[in-house]
């Protein structure tokens, strides 16, 4: 008997015999010798709990964390601060435990906070039509180019090099299992470049996805990049970083159909990459073609206000090899992180959280570049990430930062090898001005004394 | 007992449902931002005004104690697996413990930035290694990836490496084999990963029809996805049989592990025969639901399937000169279906389904399947005595982690269907089954208690039940119009469906 | 909802579909028994105008709740009019299914397919 049940000898004794069987062996009767165990698992014994914790913070202590050094890293996932208030009412057993609300009458809770998550991002995207969330981002954008398979059938996905890399690659993963081809269009001066994109769209066209800000930090024009679509039967798609649509225009307004994004910025901690969450906004139109949990309003038998999953119809339990996904789980948890976080941000907040981080990714690219050996690598609008190119081999830049404390962003050169020198620096309200005077000194003298190794070593 | 529990509006239904949105003021607010503490450059410059936002988000403005409150008070108008039994078939809602959630918040798991230098992120790594050797054993499969966001991520995993397995040896199949008892996302997950759906009909034990099958699997068939036990909590007998048709026919197996609970150091998916397993971490292993995820939804696979693999993977690299050994991420791997994900999958429950089984053991895990069989059996047995002829179970006498009843002959005689049932347990205080699922049943309601409920606790469910069938042999409107005591009443779902409200008019 | 009926004069596919002929066009909805056993029906998604129909195919999907559902054509041709009320008050096809809650009027390419459905006797019979 482990600790997580409760069966006594007595209790044993008393089930077995209204089942009516001598033992749990014969409960197992059914499984054909061939395929028994007849062995006990090769796994450790088990573990007190304090025991278990303590080799789950040794475990802990052996990453280096975003409490443990002063990091610039981001490229889909920030250290933002993540309000007290979240983590109490995370783990609150209401929210913590229940399953998907097949019940609404006992998850009136859970639903109603479907119901703000999705008018929270509505606001945000400036688009009509929110779901409850799906896995997270980079398979959010692949998502939303099955969305335009279904609705359209065309072929052909036209992607900008500009969406994260994790997103393209998820994105080729899925289209080859349905069949179609995703066509990669180039960068130019740091964005989208506007004649590939718009010569690359046709009538095969069944989609057209960039990112907002790309994944080099820059800032495109999402309202000529959904123009260049609009003669076109292509699904505008836009993935989004949630933060800076405090202040930038929304895709609502730029004539892009879907807006998905990684929803870690809003309320959700890093770790390591997961759970987070992703959201997925649509037009009126794909209402009935969105994937996933959607909660809407209704009333009771009594006339009271009430929540339920609606739209049903769409899903993999009721439409089965014609839903609109395979999704099942949403990630109900985090996307309340993520409507938490925007209330607590609030209206005011939320812009100047934008106009902070604006100012203080202006202060920081100047700051830098400033330093010998570090120019940008575009010169766009940044608002929260920038990418520079450096005259020295990057990783061992990172490695002499990091032994003072300092990660000062991410290689690109694997993701684009363009840019060998490439390293993307983000910012978040935790990086004040004196932790990105700290970065300059330190970034600056690795970068020269990385040179100072390479003249000698040449 | 009915009337009490059937008159009268508790504080919680006398309070109407106010959004977030329609509390606070103009002017409130949570948030404190930063000052300015870098020169003010003109942020028209910096940002033109073509790019710009002309009009905020009209997100609410209100004060910290305010917005407290309100979640607070929305999360009391949820039921929940801490407070009360929660036998929701097929979903294996055990006891969460607390220590999962204590280890997951630790700095260095909760603060790690998945972009980490591997170097720097070495305990992550070792972490998740040290899961996917568990998860392999306990599968009886050499190889996994942990980076599926869910189960229904893991199948279209699955489903893509057949694909990819088919293709690297020159062969174009177009159909998959799904059980009528499948899950619906095993189908769903099939036309997204561009196949066809067969479907095969179930034999008269509960099991996959073998003739059918036979009829069904030929060259053109790339793969069969079944759970077993399945969803109508049977032990298909014919499974080595089965795994003979399917790789007679050069297709793979799949296995669909929504059902694993049942079978913990029993018996393992790859010792049956099948090349991919998913795991629903969430399931088998105790990841807290919360109210509809996150989930995660791991795979285990044979050797032929290992080149396909999702990237990246881990490396354990073993040290030199009593160096301890390095765990690394190896993405060069030329015959990979690719990434199905951002990052390395949702490494938070990674850290809670490790703790789980570090608890557990070998023997901890193995005792938790026995015990959740034990308990349906038991459960079922209980009822049968109870409950009887109007509420049988639709397949045999014993089951394995879950079973499933049928109500028709209930709403045949006492006027009240299975939806009915399950709203009056509403007023008992616990989580009705799973309804309506499998289809293949008649008024079905599946039921699975798990290991982690008392004897007493499936006494008073299925006095429960008994008290519900009594009480509609003389009233069956009572049930009819049920639940009475919960924050809100029958809901009309019609309603929401044709004129849909999904946001709050602001 | 309506009380259980099956208007004579009108012809029946076994799907539960019913047709209304007159001259070369005809007019198609489902039965009561079939908007009975989908119960309230909150979405229908018509078909558009200038598509063809075939006969024993669907031509257009009635959704309840929690279910989804094909219509199936009686008889073929080509659609040249969709009950376009039927966008906002679906429910029409629960309370009225013969008449307002009629789907799809088709310029029907093949009068003789009209001898292969049932009529009123025919059609109830295989429901007992």
């Not at chain 1, 269009?185 to 907002?212: C, N």
């Not at chain 3, 906002?88 to 029907?108: A, F, H, T």
Request: proline share 6%; glycine share 10%; charged share 25%.
């Amino acid at each position: 008997m482990s600790t997580y049940t409760a069966t006594t000898p007595q209790d044993l004794e008393t089930m077995l015999a209204e089942i009516g069987v001598a033992s749990i062996d014969e409960l197992f009767a059914a499984l054909p010798e061939g395929v028994r165990l007849g062995r006990p698992l090769d796994l450790p014994a088990g573990l007190p709990e304090q025991d278990v914790y303590a080799h789950l913070r040794e475990l802990a202590e052996r990453n280096v964390s975003a409490e443990d050094e002063l990091t610039f890293l981001g490229a889909g996932m920030y250290d933002h601060y993540v309000p007290a208030l979240i983590d109490m009412l995370m783990s609150r057993s209401e929210f913590l435990t229940p399953y998907t609300p097949y019940q609404p009458e006992i998850s009136q809770g859970g639903l109603q906070v479907m119901f703000e998550y999705q008018t929270a991002i509505s606001e945000l995207t400036a688009l009509p039509v929110s779901n409850a969330s799906v896995y997270e981002g980079p398979s959010a954008v692949a998502s939303a180019a099955y969305l335009a398979k279904l609705a359209n059938g065309r072929r052909k996905v036209v992607v900008s090099r500009g969406v994260h890399p994790h997103s393209r690659e998820t994105l080729l993963t899925y289209a080859h299992g349905y069949g179609a081809e995703v066509v990669e269009v180039g960068l130019k001066d740091g964005v989208t470049d506007a004649e590939a994109w718009a010569a690359a769209i046709d009538d095969d066209t069944g989609a057209v996805i960039f990112q907002q800000p790309n994944f080099l930090g820059a800032v495109e024009d999402a309202a000529a990049l959904a123009e260049a679509a609009k003669g076109s039967s292509a699904v505008v798609v836009g993935a989004y970083d949630p933060i800076p649509l405090g202040i930038l225009r929304p895709p609502g307004e730029c004539g892009v159909d879907v807006a998905v994004g990684e929803g870690q910025p809003l309320g959700n901690r890093l770790d390591f990459g997961g759970p987070s969450f992703g959201f997925f906004a649509a037009t009126e139109a794909y209402l009935r073609r969105m994937p996933g949990r959607i909660a809407g309003e209704t009333t009771d038998v009594d006339g009271r206000r009430g929540f339920v999953l609606t739209l049903q119809t769409r899903e993999q339990h009721i439409r089965r090899e014609k839903a609109t996904s395979n999704i099942c789980t949403a990630q109900a948890l985090n996307a309340l992180a993520g409507v938490v976080y925007l209330a607590w941000l609030g209206r005011r907040g939320l812009v100047e959280l934008g106009e902070l981080l604006l100012q203080r990714t202006h202060y920081a690219r100047e700051r830098l570049t400033a330093l010998d050996g570090v120019e940008a690598l575009h010169d766009q609008p940044v608002v929260r990430e920038f990418a520079l190119s450096l005259d020295a081999d990057v990783r061992r830049v990172i490695e002499r930062c990091q032994d003072h404390g300092v990660n000062p962003g991410y290689a690109l050169g694997d993701d684009y090898p363009e840019h060998p020198g490439g390293l993307l620096v983000a910012l978040t309200e935790q990086r004040s001005r004196a932790d990105i005077d700290r970065l300059a000194d330190v970034l600056g003298a690795a970068v020269a004394a990385e040179r100072t190794t390479a003249q000698v070593t040449a | 007992m009915s009337e009490a529990l059937t008159t009268g509006a508790s504080p919680l239904q006398r309070e109407q449902a106010v959004t977030v949105f329609e509390k606070g003021a103009p002017g409130r607010r949570a948030f404190a931002c930063p000052e300015l503490d870098v020169p003010e450059a003109d942020p028209a410059a910096l940002l033109p005004a073509g790019l710009r936002r002309s009009e905020p988000a009209r997100l609410p403005e209100i004060s910290e104690p305010e917005l407290v409150r309100h979640y607070v008070r929305l999360s009391k108008r949820n039921f929940d697996l801490d407070s009360g039994f929660y036998p929701l078939g097929s979903c294996t809602m055990k006891h969460n413990p607390r220590l999962h959630e204590r280890v997951a918040a630790l700095p260095g798991h909760a603060r790690l930035h998945p972009l980490q230098d591997p170097d720097r992120a070495q305990g992550a790594l070792e972490l998740m290694w040290r899961l996917e050797r568990s998860l392999s054993e306990i599968a009886g499969l050499p190889h996994v990836s942990l980076q599926p966001s869910a189960g229904s991520h893991g199948e279209l995993a699955g489903v893509l490496l057949t694909r990819a397995y088919h293709e690297d040896r020159g062969e174009t199949r177009h159909k998959v084999l799904t059980p009528d008892t499948a899950h619906g996302t095993n189908p769903a997950t099939v036309t997204m990963a561009g196949y066809e759906v067969v479907k095969v009909g179930t034999n008269a034990d509960g099991g996959v029809d073998i003739d059918d099958l036979r009829a069904k699997a030929d060259e053109d068939v790339a793969c069969l996805m079944l759970t077993n036990p399945n969803t109508l909590g049977i032990f298909d007998q014919n499974i080595e049989e089965i795994a003979r048709i399917v790789h007679g026919v050069g297709a793979t197996l799949y296995y669909d592990g929504a059902n694993l609970n049942a079978v913990m150091g029993r018996s393992r998916p790859g010792d049956m025969g099948f090349d991919i397993v998913h795991f629903n971490l969430h399931k088998s292993f105790t990841q807290p639901h919360g109210g509809g995820g996150p989930g995660s939804g791991p795979i285990a696979v044979s050797d032929r399937m290992e080149p396909y693999l999702m990237k990246p993977v881990i490396r354990r690299v073993q040290g030199s000169n009593g160096h301890a050994p390095r765990f690394e991420l190896d993405h060069d791997r030329p015959k990979s279906i690719g990434r199905l994900r951002g990052f390395q999958g949702n490494y938070g429950t990674f850290v809670r389904a490790y703790a789980y089984i570090r608890s557990l053991g070998a023997e901890g895990l193995q005792d938790a399947s026995e015990t959740a069989v034990l308990n349906a059996n038991y459960l079922l047995a209980r009822l049968r005595a109870l409950v009887g002829a109007e509420l049988p179970a639709a397949f045999g006498t014993l089951c394995m982690h879950e079973f499933v009843l049928s109500g028709a002959p209930m709403k045949k005689e006492l006027g009240i269907r299975t939806l009915d049932l399950a709203k009056r347990l509403l007023d008992h205080g616990f989580h009705p089954p799973t309804v309506y699922f499998p289809l293949l049943v008649d008024e079905a309601m599946l039921i699975e208690p798990t290991e982690t409920e008392t004897k007493e606790t499936l006494d008073a469910f299925a006095e429960a039940v008994a008290a519900i069938v009594a009480e509609a042999r003389e009233d069956p409107a009572i049930a009819r119009n049920a639940p009475y005591t919960t924050p809100v009443r029958r809901l009309d779902e019609a309603g929401a469906a044709k004129r849909p409200v999904i946001r709050q008019p602001l | 909802m309506a009380d259980a009926s099956y208007p004579d004069g009108l012809l029946y596919h076994p799907e539960h579909d019913w047709a209304r002929v007159e001259g070369d066009v005809a007019t198609f909805g489902i039965t009561w028994y079939a908007q009975d056993s989908l119960g309230e029906v909150v979405f229908f998604e018509p078909p558009e105008v200038g598509t063809q129909t075939k006969q024993g195919e669907p031509y257009a999907e009635v959704e309840s709740v929690k279910a989804v559902s094909d219509v199936i054509a009686p008889l073929s041709g080509e659609i040249v009019e969709v009950n376009a009320g039927l966008g906002d008050k679906p429910e029409v096809i629960n309370e009225d299914p013969y008449g307002e809650g009629w789907m799809v009027k088709v310029k029907l390419s093949d009068a003789g397919e009209a001898d292969g459905l049932l009529d009123q006797a025919a059609y109830t019979a295989t429901l007992s």
